[in-house]
């Protein structure tokens, strides 16, 4: 059985990627790898944790731990404000559409790896 592994997903025009956790075995392994202080995960259905490189570049660690699409559009969007904040673009009405084009991005590259998976399409809170 191919052992799961998180996906990166670029993030082009802002720079940095996206490090997609599908489970918390994958977001521990990652987290061990950066360097990420254990989040307490067990009650998350998603998580977003930022990384920045020594070279100032941008990372962002994300996890879907419920395997739920609205999840997923959650986590990015957090991605999405975040990577705006950080080369400066304010989000306001006037800028809405660089936030929804690079939503749209994010979900796009991010979308298959779910479908493929078969998960859900809504959260299931307990």
Known sequence: MKKARAVIIPIPLYGG???LCRTRKEWGAVADKFGVPGDDTEFALGIT???EGSDGGRAYMIGVFDGAIPTLAHELLHVAVATL???GVPIN???DEALTYLFDHLLTAALPTFLVAGLRVKKGRG
Do not use: I, N, R
């Open 93 to 95: 009405p006037d800028t």
């Open 49 to 51: 944790h930022a990384l």
């Open 17 to 19: 990627e996206v490090v």
């Open 85 to 87: 904040g950080h080369v």
